[in-house]
């Protein structure tokens, strides 16, 4: 690194830095250069050695802002502050000899390099002259300095504002008149010295150019510093930078130099717009930053390997967004000023921040950010449901696609760069954590942040629990984990693997004999589920943890050459249809088979991921929905030869709203030779059973305390997959968290609020009660509704929503199915009169106006009535009402009474007119109604509200004359 020792503005736009270089400083001579490169992935500047002070051990650059990497030099290199890379000094050095009158013309930032030849012709005992340029004098710079040197400076602007109005070359055609010079030296932009060179070329003056700015490397490895001088090609970097400039070919010179040019201008143009960007987000603070309609209505895709390529390797599927694709997916976040997808994340990641980081291109800075709460950003970014966590809580998500918040939270996790780790002095307290699942790690790193010792015991030889034996490479790489858990290394945390705890040895020897002060258990639910069903145990059956983990942990997929076969035949089915049959399936897959999925239920129900899905889909694996396997077929020598299914059937929705599969008792036989079970997982009993006093539920997972996840044991601690049962790994990671927090109370304290050993096993979602065979998150594909307890507004979605109402900021709460009754058949009835008349109204006032923004606004509002109208038809299952016509009832304009369609701000009147009346009329009839029609005018005027507000933000930003939040 090379140490900045001084930053002066010569000019607004022109910049000296004085820099710590004592080799390039000792070896330096006029007319030579150095590469300078600000940080890594920086390009390489060439720039003139300004000056050189061996005796200091510094060198001087003069730099003018003109392209992004010196704007940056500008702007983010100060006094203190360090350079990456400065090599030099290259070129040949200018021939300095007594030759009699030396004419040194610089223009713009030329001024700079022509000082220390100047000097040293000036040394040798030379008369000199300086004609220097600038576009004006409040630009220029040095100009004492040259006179100390120069026999007479000649100072020209373009605007006459100092010295002579002109250019350089016009100063210089008067002196070879006048005063005809021996020698010109001309540096500055390639038009100025080829200007120069036509200027003294009748006279013969010889006249020296120097042509740094074609160099790349500096060191005459890349060839782009060839230039043709006399007819010969030369090297700028090797040969020059000075040449004879009437033997230079301008002309072709400059057409290469073109060739940058739209990437330099765009280049500029970026780091402009952040340069805005970040004036905006971080000096001024301002949020909501933009608005809806300047945001690309659908998320950047991923770049996914060819299903056709991937479904024969373990290559990663999906390829992750690059640089500029993440930029763009950023610019879609409109920074919120009350974000809700915070809440939708169970850790509380502050996404909005890191977008903020991203968008400014501080990719390290937005690591930082999600460090503080999530240690495993790329994992996570790979794997979390983000389409039903903190996607689903997306302010955009409401009219367009939400934010892919889960894809950049990869490309940071992967590109950035982790700072050193913050560590609070050693507390002098120990915590064993068992199991290094995502639970554990999640606890570990927060008790290290904190100054805890901290040792993590793991049944298998290597650290990351499902992570690393259940989620094949294919979706999360092995080198992903690694690096995640050296991240915990350089924490300081220490791994034992090799030890079962509950076997090697148990709870109490790590608290009595070990001296751990606290214990957290981690270990997951990686006991497997099986169907019960005849045949099960034939040879070729076998649960997806044993397939899984031979595959992804023993490396299987390479037998012979590791030593652990997979053994599965060639036609594979698989029972269940959650995230790890999904893997299942594609692994099989992978490894050549035939494979066919049996689920119970439809797709619809399915547990698994979405995108997992359709993966599958791509891959060529069969689905064969609706369909309860029955028994296992088997040859006479044992082995599976089939699998009798019995075809299913949805019935109605259960008081849920959740359609049970029923039988039809019409079977079918499907040939196979393996089947695999992905039903699910239970805890496994190796520690709770070994741990005398510590209190399970009656599923036999540890009892915690949803808060604290405190056991019934003191001092013992546990969360993840333990105590929910399968679910997801940011929950595990969540629950992992919050004991840790619990912890570093317990070690001060020696207190921890315990558990209500009663509780029964709940849908880490939705909170309900867990069917027998649900796969970890009962709700995953299933629409749930919620309802503000502050503004009575109801939502519907596929997910539980960890968060805050979008609307007005309060407490959600999941809600039963609705009971219809009379009185809210009535309020339907209304509903669907008011929200159809409002739709007209929409549709007829987008188009009368001749406004395009409003067009647009009315077209949106319109659209939003709709959909209000299918949410009403859905929830209630009622049929829709006659469509509306969309034709512009004269009553309707005439509802304004004086008011005129034709003007603006009058048609956003009648529109706020009518949903006020809308929003009084429900509101009027809560109190006289029974609870569930009040419940429903409730939700009803919400909704309503929520279009008053809108429209008073449109009208506003009308009379304002500025866009508004359409
Ligand atoms: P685990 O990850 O199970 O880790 C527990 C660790 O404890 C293991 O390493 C185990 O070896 C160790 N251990 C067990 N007993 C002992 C002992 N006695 N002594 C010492 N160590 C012990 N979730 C998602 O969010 N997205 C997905 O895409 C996804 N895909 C999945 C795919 C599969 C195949 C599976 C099985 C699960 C998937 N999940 C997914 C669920 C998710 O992986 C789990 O919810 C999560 O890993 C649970 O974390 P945990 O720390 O509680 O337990």
Request: aromatic share 6%; glycine share 10%; proline share 5%.
């Amino acid at each position: 690194m090379y140490l900045i020792t001084r930053r002066q503005e010569l000019s607004p736009s022109t910049f000296l830095w004085e820099v710590e270089a004592p080799d390039i400083a000792a070896s330096g001579e006029p007319g030579q250069f150095v590469m300078v490169r600000l940080h890594e992935g920086a390009e390489r500047i060439p720039l003139t050695l300004a000056d050189f002070d061996a005796g200091a051990g510094t060198i001087t650059l003069v730099v003018q802002a003109l392209g992004r990497s010196t704007a940056e030099m500008r702007d983010h290199y100060h006094e203190g502050d360090s350079f990456a890379d400065v090599v030099g000094p290259l070129g040949i050095p200018t021939e300095v000899a007594q030759v009699g009158h030396v004419v040194l013309v610089g223009g713009g930032l030329g001024v700079a390099p022509i000082f220390p030849q100047l000097r040293a012709f000036k040394q040798a005992g030379n008369r000199t002259t300086a004609i220097v340029g600038f576009r004006s004098a409040d630009l220029a710079f040095w100009l004492d300095e040259l006179r100390e040197w120069a026999d007479d400076v000649i100072v020209c602007t373009d605007d006459g504002s100092r010295g002579r109005q002109g250019l350089v070359t016009e100063a210089l055609a008067e002196l070879v008149e006048r005063d005809r010079p021996d020698l010109v030296v001309a540096i500055g932009p390639m038009v100025m010295m080829r200007a120069c060179a036509d200027t003294t070329r009748a006279s013969g003056v010889k006249t020296v150019v120097s042509l740094n700015t074609i160099m790349v490397d500096g060191t005459g490895m890349c060839g782009s510093c060839r230039v043709t001088v006399d007819g010969v090609t030369r090297f700028a970097c090797v040969e020059g930078p000075d040449f004879d400039g009437h033997g230079v070919d301008f002309a072709e010179l400059m057409a290469r130099q073109q060739r940058f040019r739209t990437e330099e201008q765009a280049a500029a143009a970026d780091y402009e717009h952040r340069c805005q960007v970040e004036q905006t987000l971080f000096v001024e603070g301002r949020r909501t930053y933009k608005k809806i309609r300047e945001i690309e209505p659908t998320r950047v895709p991923m770049p996914v390997r060819d299903a056709a390529v991937r479904a024969r390797t373990f290559d990663e599927v999906s390829l992750g967004y690059t640089l500029t694709e993440a930029m763009r997916e950023a610019e879609r976040c409109l920074q919120c000023a009350r974000p809700t997808c915070i809440a939708g994340c169970p850790v509380s990641i502050d996404i909005p921040r890191f977008i903020r980081h991203l968008l400014v291109r501080d990719v390290d800075g937005a690591l930082g950010v999600i460090h503080e709460a999530n240690i495993l950003p790329s994992v996570c970014g790979r794997v979390c449901p983000q389409e039903s966590q903190c996607e689903a809580q997306c302010v955009i998500g409401r009219k367009l696609e939400p934010v892919a918040i889960g894809r950049l939270e990869r490309f940071v996790g992967d590109h950035g760069t982790a700072g050193h780790p913050e560590l609070a002095e050693p507390i002098g307290k120990r915590v064993a954590v068992v199991g290094s699942g995502p639970a554990g790690l999640a606890c570990a790193a927060d008790l290290a942040r904190q100054g805890v010792e901290v040792t993590v015991f793991e049944a298998l030889h290597v650290a990351g629990g499902v992570l690393r034996y259940g989620i094949p490479s294919f979706r999360l790489p092995r080198e992903i984990i690694d690096r995640e858990v050296a991240g915990l290394v350089e924490l300081g945390v220490k791994f034992e693997t090799d030890k079962v705890v509950g076997r090697t040895f148990t709870v109490a020897d790590l608290m009595n004999e070990r001296g751990f002060h606290s214990v957290f258990l981690g270990v997951g639910a990686g006991a497997p589920s099986f169907l019960g069903i005849p045949g099960e145990n034939a040879g070729r059956v076998v649960s997806a943890n044993e397939f899984l983990t031979r595959v992804n942990l023993m490396g299987g997929d390479r037998f012979p050459d590791i030593d652990t076969p997979v053994g599965i035949g060639t036609d594979v089915v698989v029972i269940g249809a959650g995230n790890t049959a999904m893997d299942c399936l594609r692994v099989a897959k992978r490894l050549g088979a035939r494979v066919r999925c049996v689920y119970r239920r439809s797709r619809a129900e399915a547990p698994a991921r979405a995108e997992e899905l359709h993966h599958a889909e791509e891959e060529g694996v069969e689905f064969m929905f609706l369909h309860n396997p029955q028994e296992v077929l088997t040859d006479d020598t044992g082995h599976v030869r089939g699998l009798r299914v019995e075809r299913m059937e949805l019935g109605e929705p259960d008081e849920w709203g959740r359609r049970k599969p029923l039988g039809t008792g019409e079977t079918l036989e499907i040939g196979c030779d393996t089947v695999i079970v992905a039903l699910g997982t239970n805890p496994n009993p190796i520690v709770t059973r070994n741990t005398p006093g510590l209190a399970l539920d009656s599923r036999g997972y540890v009892a915690a305390d949803p808060t604290t996840q405190a056991t019934s044991l003191p001092g013992v601690f546990a969360g993840g997959d333990i105590v929910t049962g399968g679910a997801t790994v940011i929950l595990a990671m969540g629950a992992g968290r919050r004991a840790a927090e619990a912890i570093m109370e317990y070690l001060r304290t020696g207190a921890a609020r315990h558990v209500d050993t009663g509780s029964e096993a709940v849908c880490p979602r939705c909170r309900r009660p867990m069917e027998e065979g649900d796969d970890g998150i009962c709700c995953a594909d299933s629409l749930l509704a919620w309802k503000c307890e502050g503004c009575g507004k109801r939502s519907e979605g596929f997910a539980f929503p960890y968060g805050r109402c979008s609307a007005c900021g309060g407490e959600l709460d999941l809600v039963d199915p609705p009971a219809v009754d009379d009185q809210v058949r009535d309020a339907i009835r209304k509903a669907f009169e008011i929200e159809l008349g409002g739709r007209d109204f929409y549709v007829a006032a987008a188009q009368h106006t001749t406004d395009d923004a409003l067009r647009d606004t009315f077209e949106r509002l319109a659209k939003m009535e709709g959909e209000h109208i299918a949410t009403l038809v859905r929830r209630y299952h009622l049929p829709a009402p006659a469509d509306a016509d969309g034709n512009l009832h004269p009553g309707m304009l005439q509802a304004g009474g004086s008011r005129e369609p034709d003007d603006p701000a009058d048609l956003l009147g009648m529109a706020l007119e009518l949903e006020r009346r809308a929003e009084e009329y429900f509101r009027g009839r809560i109190a006289g109604a029974a609870p569930a029609a009040a419940e429903l005018y409730r939700e009803l005027a919400a909704e309503e509200v929520e279009h008053i507000d809108l429209l008073i933000s449109e009208l506003t930003a009308l009379r304002e004359n500025r866009s508004g939040m359409l």
